[in-house]
């Protein structure tokens, strides 16, 4: 059983930081592709950035510039590092992996509250 578990979030200022961690745990036999999505309120769910095992990333031009995703393979853990929050950041944040366990799928986190507020 693979599960996924993030941490890290929380309330925090405009113009501030946050960094979020997702570890994987289980059997797994290796990680592909990590990433961090989110979804505000009454909105769809929408990816945020992706990392390849390779190291490649990617980003949703609203955080380009602010967010930086890195990965520690070592450990199976996923960062999103966010700088320069606004307000229009706030949602609940999803790691998602594709793992070998050995069938490869893909799992979610639980998801972790962030909210930007004055």
């Known amino acids: 059983q693979v599960q996924l578990v993030e941490s890290g979030g929380g309330l925090v200022q405009p113009g501030r930081s946050l960094r979020l961690s997702c570890a994987a745990s289980?059997?797994?036999?290796?990680?592909?592709?990590m990433g961090w999505y989110r979804q505000a309120p009454g909105k769809q769910r929408e990816l945020v950035a992706t990392?390849?095992?390779?190291?490649?990333?990617s980003y949703a031009d609203s955080v380009k510039g602010r967010f930086t995703i890195s990965r520690d393979n070592a450990k199976n853990t996923v960062y999103l590092q966010m700088d320069s929050l606004k307000p229009e950041d706030t949602a609940v944040y999803y790691c998602?992996?594709?793992?070998?366990?050995?069938?490869?799928?893909?799992?979610w986190g639980q998801g972790t509250q962030v909210t930007v507020s004055s």
């Open positions: 990392i390849a095992s390779s190291g490649g990333t």
């Open positions: 289980g059997i797994i036999f290796s990680i592909y592709a």
């Open positions: 998602n992996a594709e793992i070998l366990t050995p069938l490869r799928l893909k799992y």
